[in-house]
């Protein structure tokens, strides 16, 4: 079992910055991939970004250019760095992590077995 616990979320002002950590702990070798995913009111969970164990990182187009994901192998822990926030970007932020194919096409979170608690983003003047 993979326990996961995100950190770094709070209110923030439209341009502002933010970042977010997951650290993860357990059965590390289950794990592959490490995503983020976000979930706004009524709205479905949707990815944000992932990166695999060597690196690779895939971006929603709504964040491409604004969001870096990063990932620290030796702490075992996923970065999010959110620059020029908006509105829109308010959602509750979810780190996901398993031990998945990094193919071209993102699986879904169907895919993840292993969810953080979720951390809050409200952008808002």
């Known amino acids: 079992q993979v326990q996961l616990v995100e950190s770094g979320g709070g209110l923030v002002q439209p341009g502002g910055s933010l970042r977010l950590s997951c650290a993860a702990s357990?059965?590390?070798?289950?794990?592959?991939?490490m995503a983020w995913y976000r979930q706004a009111p009524g709205n479905e969970r949707e990815l944000v970004a992932r990166i695999s164990s060597g690196g690779l990182t895939d971006y929603a187009n709504s964040v491409k250019g604004r969001f870096t994901i990063s990932r620290d192998n030796a702490k075992n822990t996923v970065y999010l760095q959110m620059n020029s926030l908006k509105p829109e970007d308010t959602a509750v932020y979810y780190c996901a992590a398993e031990r998945v194919p990094y193919g071209p096409i993102e699986s879904g979170p169907t895919a993840y077995g292993n969810w953080g608690q979720g951390t809050q983003v409200t952008v808002s003047e």
């Open positions: 357990g059965s590390i070798f289950r794990i592959n991939v």
